[in-house]
């Protein structure tokens, strides 16, 4: 396994892997227009593309026999609350097939060595899964933000660490 920035080759695969993590994590009930009209309309190549151009991002990718399995994408131009939060992992996202592998926590240790260790989250209330993740590797609750979309507000736990290395 390998990880390395992004490029924008890598663009339609990671266009593909967050449609495909998304879903799964978010759509627990099923498939509805506007779970649909989400993915598709934010989820695409030149998404990607842009956002890899973009000085205020950094993406990693995790490949696996040229295959692209997992990435993590630090915005250093998001805060909560104050810059002292550090920059935002907006994304953190690792195939199913490869969860439970440790894979999300490298990804998390090079982005904290690359760009540094004081980052903040947010992730979905009910994503018990990912919650226990990050509070295994120390994460603290800060504070709760919504993520809207189709006219609805879902809440987020906001999520902090504060150290040179994940």
Known sequence: MMIRKARKEDSLNLAVLSIQVWLHTYATNGIRN????????TFTEAYFEKTIENPNYQ??????????????????????????????????????????????????????TQ?????????????????GFYKHLGFIDIGTRYFEFGGEAHENCVLAIKQERV
């Open 115 to 131: 760009c540094g260790g004081t980052f903040w989250l947010s992730t979905w209330k009910y994503n018990h899964k990912a919650l």
């Open 59 to 112: 993406i990693l990718v995790a490949t696996k026999d040229k295959h692209l399995i997992g990435y993590v994408r630090a915005h250093f131009a998001s805060f909560w609350q104050d810059a002292s939060n550090g920059y935002e992992i907006d994304k953190l996202y690792v195939q199913e097939h490869f969860q439970g592998r440790g894979l999300g926590k490298r990804l998390l240790a090079e982005i904290s």
């Open 34 to 41: 506007e779970i649909s009209r989400f993915v598709l309309d």
